[in-house]
């Protein structure tokens, strides 16, 4: 059977969500951070096709000896949050009544000009408070490899165009209009190149230059820049340490790159890797 995060209740001290995480790509990369014999990987599968649809699943008690590290405003200590799952039936959670304390480092540890949050402010977030509550266990939610890709320099550079408009001004307006949020993002991107129409963000920019490989190239550099964030910290403090994510992330699968809705495969499928950092 393949197990989920909620199997591992109460066997881990320290839980690293890395946001969006496919399994396939981070089982190609993990091993260059973890090279000893004291961890095993394994195919999870999540519950949740997305951020608060997973919290809502996976901790739905009360977990007065947790304190949850959040780089996601998804789960916060100010507010609610509600919607739909992929089932189509609503949900409401409020973070601050299920756990000891939510630290909203997606709130101050915000980075304007990349458009998210660097892992580093996670790790400074979790020292500080790992300092005061030694005796806590401790979720880090780090928003890589989500989108905006923070190895390209996080937000679109509007000036990275390293290819020709031509003028079609009149034929690019009535296609704008007729781009829609329903379109799968392949199918926008595909007829936006075709007309010369600008990219949208540094994600169509590197599709156009190098097409779904190196798209995957630069979403496992995403995963390994925030697992040499979290080596750090492992370096230096002794546990029992879990690295999962929250949702897998389609990349360019079935002309899409998203998550959220359908509970398919690409979304499903995460790691679940245990390691015994132990003196």
């Known amino acids: 059977m393949i197990p989920t995060i909620k199997d591992f209740d109460n066997k881990w001290d320290f839980l690293v969500i890395l946001d969006a995480c496919r399994y396939d790509s981070f089982e190609q990369v993990y091993k260059e951070f973890f090279k000893n014999n004291n961890h095993k990987l394994m195919k999870g599968h999540t519950i949740g096709s997305c951020t608060a649809d997973f919290m809502i699943k996976t901790f739905d008690g009360k977990y007065d000896d947790i304190i ?80 905006p890709y923070i190895t390209l320099g996080g937000n679109p550079d509007p000036k990275a165009k390293p290819y020709q408009l031509k003028k079609r001004t009149d034929i690019r307006q009535k296609v704008k209009k007729k781009i829609k949020n329903k379109i799968p993002e392949m199918v926008k991107w595909n007829i936006k190149k ?53 949702h897998g992330e389609r990349i360019c699968q079935l002309l899409k790159y998203t998550h959220g809705g359908k509970l398919d495969k690409d979304l499903r499928e995460i790691p679940i890797l245990t390691i015994s950092n132990k003196l």
């Not at 089932?87 to 480092?105: A, C, M, P, R, T």
């Not at 408070?129 to 780090?142: A, C, G, I, Q, T």
Request: net charge negative; charged share 25%.
């Open 68 to 147: 949850y590290i959040s780089g996601n405003p998804n789960m916060n200590s100010k507010c609610a949050v509600s919607g739909l799952d992929q089932l189509g039936q609503e949900y409401y959670y409020k973070g601050s009544e299920h756990f000891n304390k939510i630290v909203d480092v997606w709130d101050f540890g915000w980075d304007e000009k990349l458009g998210t949050v660097p892992p580093l402010q996670i790790n400074k977030a979790f020292h500080r408070e790992y300092m005061r509550n030694p005796d806590k266990k401790f979720v880090l939610h780090y928003l890589q490899p989500h989108l």
């Open 194 to 246: 075709f007309i010369n129409m600008p990219v949208g963000n540094n994600v169509e920019l590197f599709w156009r230059i190098g097409g779904r490989e190196l798209i995957e190239e630069i979403y496992k550099d995403e995963i390994r820049f925030a697992l040499s964030h979290v080596k750090m910290l492992m370096d230096h403090i002794t546990g029992d340490w879990i690295i999962t994510s929250d």
